[in-house]
């Protein structure tokens, strides 16, 4: 099973300012990483799918990077409407695991 | 227009078998798998099996002994059944279809409690 270490927890950011997010796998998994954002009593919802391939109607202001173990989220010019908690996903190999997820609150 | 939506008991004995179900509209179940993913309150998101386009299924083997998951193609809907059911069981359920083996739609999710 592929273990995903995702940090950090929770991060307090203004406006305007630039968000990163780290998840970390215990296994290669190539570029088969995807990131999800879950607003406050709503369904996750898949931002960036794998090969860091932006999802349609999602705004450029969100990006990743990364390649086997290592996986970056980053969310340039931070917006009030951004607040939520983020899940990174491994898809490379059963069993499907998430990060623990990162809780984003904007100041 | 891709739609999936849960629907089940929401309130549970422990014991008791859970039964779900996840309709769908906007696709086929012969064309795209739908996993079920559970949240605990308050806590994050675990994977808990899948039924794939073709029909076999995949389970996380912490509930594998006590989770099946089957369908109805022709009224697009999806099963979930879980024995033996715990406190910690409770939380939101919620089915996604797959594109692959990510999630690319979700449901609103089923909050289900398990308490005596």
């Known amino acids: 099973e592929t273990t995903v270490t995702q940090s950090p927890a929770s991060l307090s950011m203004a406006v305007g300012e630039k968000v990163s997010i780290s998840c970390k796998t215990s296994?290669?998994?190539?570029?088969?990483m995807n990131w999800y954002q879950q607003k406050s009593g709503e369904a996750p919802k898949l931002l960036i799918s794998?090969?860091?391939t932006l999802r349609p109607g999602v705004p450029s202001r969100f990006s990743s990077s990364g390649y086997g173990t290592d996986f970056v989220f980053t969310i340039n010019n931070v917006l009030l409407g951004d607040e939520g908690i983020y899940y990174c996903?491994?898809?490379?190999?059963?069993?499907?695991?998430f990060g623990s997820g990162t809780k984003l609150e904007i100041k | 227009q891709v739609q999936l939506e849960e629907s089940g008991p929401g309130l549970m004995q422990p014991s008791e078998t859970l039964s779900l179900t996840c309709t769908v509209s906007?696709?086929?179940?012969?064309?795209?798998?739908v996993g079920w993913v559970r949240q605990p309150l308050g806590k994050g998101l675990v994977w808990m099996g899948t039924?794939?386009?073709?029909?076999?299924?995949n389970y996380n083997s912490a509930v594998q002994s006590r989770l099946s998951i089957s369908r109805d193609t022709s009224k697009s809907q999806v099963f979930l059944k879980m024995n033996s059911l715990q406190p910690e069981d409770t939380g939101t359920y919620y089915c996604?279809?797959?594109?692959?083996?990510?999630?690319?739609?979700w449901g609103q999710g089923v909050m289900v409690t398990v308490s005596s």
């Open positions: 996604a279809r797959h594109e692959y083996y990510l999630f690319d739609y």
């Open positions: 906007g696709f086929s179940l012969t064309s795209n798998g």
């Open positions: 039924i794939w386009a073709g029909g076999s299924t």
């Open positions: 296994t290669d998994i190539d570029d088969d």
């Open positions: 794998e090969g860091n």
């Open positions: 996903q491994q898809s490379d190999n059963v069993p499907f695991t």
